[in-house]
T-cell receptor, first 112, second 113 residues
Framework: SQQGEEDPQALSIQEGENATMNCSYK?????LQWYRQNSGRGLVHLIL?????REKHSGRLRVTLDTSKKSSSLLITASRAADTASYFC????????????FGQGTELSVKP | DGGITQSPKYLFRKEGQNVTLSCEQN?????MYWYRQDPGQGLRLIYY???????QKGDIAEGYSVSREKKESFPLTVTSAQKNPTAFYLC????????????FGEGSRLTVL
């Protein structure tokens, strides 16, 4: 069964705008990760946030984690056409070492 | 360069045939994983291995088999028992079972004719 659920399922914005994607999960986690996938390609790791962290930044990416609400958000600032891709959250649950469970993904389209 | 290599990239199979997808990594990672992705869907875990000669079933292992005889190799066999095998298959690795980041290959697209 899938742990994470992203919303929206699809997001279309103009270049320069910010894009926000959300992820909710059901059980307690060790960490939450965000990945990017270009069409027909493998996934690329973007950022990892641990359960005891609330916010993390990496370049134009900002991730927040609210363990009380079991949710996370990924913000991409000043988006570019090259950011067009699918974005997935993935959770590593406590006491299930090794298993990373992925959500359904958000398909982001950035129009030039 | 270090990374994960999956082959073949595209594969066509007739119904009733077994096929084996290759996954090789030169990252010296202990853990390896196989995921299945259907159109517009997330990834579902088929099998994973945390150490050589050991592997565990994921959420959708039925109709699949794996082996882990070498650290760098984790082949996946899609058997004729898999009722709907047409999908995009992704192999990944991580440093160990506790490590965060997964490194993915470029995927293998299997089509059953």
């Amino acid at each position: 069964s899938q742990q994470g659920e992203e919303d929206p399922q699809a997001l279309s914005i103009q270049e320069g705008e910010n894009a926000t994607m959300n992820c909710s999960y059901k059980t307690s986690i060790n960490n939450l990760q965000w990945y990017r996938q270009n069409s027909g390609r493998g996934l690329v790791h973007l950022i990892l946030i641990r359960s005891n962290e609330r916010e993390k930044h990496s370049g134009r990416l900002r991730v927040t984690l609210d363990t009380s609400k079991k949710s996370s958000s990924l913000l991409i600032t000043a988006s570019r056409a090259a950011d067009t891709a699918s974005y997935f959250c993935a959770t590593r649950r406590n006491n299930q070492g090794g298993k990373l469970i992925f959500g359904q993904g958000t398909e982001l389209s950035v129009k030039p | 360069d270090g990374g994960i290599t999956q082959s073949p990239k595209y594969l066509f199979r007739k119904e009733g045939q077994n096929v084996t997808l290759s996954c090789e990594q030169n990252l010296n990672h202990d853990a390896m994983y196989w995921y299945r992705q259907d159109p517009g869907q997330g990834l579902r875990l088929i099998y994973y291995s945390q150490i050589v000669n050991d592997f565990q079933k994921g959420d959708i292992a039925e109709g699949y088999s794996v082996s882990r005889e070498k650290k760098e190799s984790f082949p996946l066999t899609v058997t004729s028992a898999q009722k709907n095998p047409t999908a995009f298959y992704l192999c990944a690795s991580s440093l160990d079972r506790e490590a965060g980041e997964l490194f993915f290959g470029e995927g293998s697209r299997l089509t059953v004719l």
